[in-house]
């Protein structure tokens, strides 16, 4: 299983990211995906999941109505769409996936929000 994320940056208060996990070596459209946050100093958290074909998604509070899931099976990538980001969105940002119960992570991608 191999999860690759990309699409970080810096992006002022107010702005957009998308970020995107490419995954490989597992039946993608089989699995659900979770995309999870790291900022310094705090533990890691659930930000959004989205079932292995997409009828059902979650967020987290801190997210909702702001961050957007969603995935397309035929290209093995899930997205996060991140609109009216925060100073305190900033974190490093991780593609998971569970996998024959075993957890699988990308190497994360780093999203900092400030001016």
């Known amino acids: 299983v191999q999860l690759v994320e990309s699409g970080g940056g810096l992006v002022q208060p107010g702005g957009s990211l998308r970020l995107s996990c490419a995954a490989s070596?597992?039946?993608?459209?089989?699995?659900?995906m979770r995309w999870y946050r790291q900022a310094p100093g705090k533990e890691r958290e659930l930000v959004a999941g989205?079932?292995?074909?997409?009828?059902?998604?979650n967020y987290a509070d801190s997210v909702k109505g702001r961050f957007t899931i969603s995935r397309d099976n035929a290209k093995n990538t899930v997205y996060l769409q991140m609109n009216s980001l925060k100073p305190e969105d900033t974190a490093v940002y991780y593609c998971n996936a569970i996998v024959y119960a075993n957890y699988y992570w990308g190497q994360g991608t780093q999203v900092t929000v400030s001016s």
């Open positions: 070596g597992f039946t993608f459209s089989s699995y659900g």
């Open positions: 989205i079932s292995n074909g997409g009828g059902r998604i």
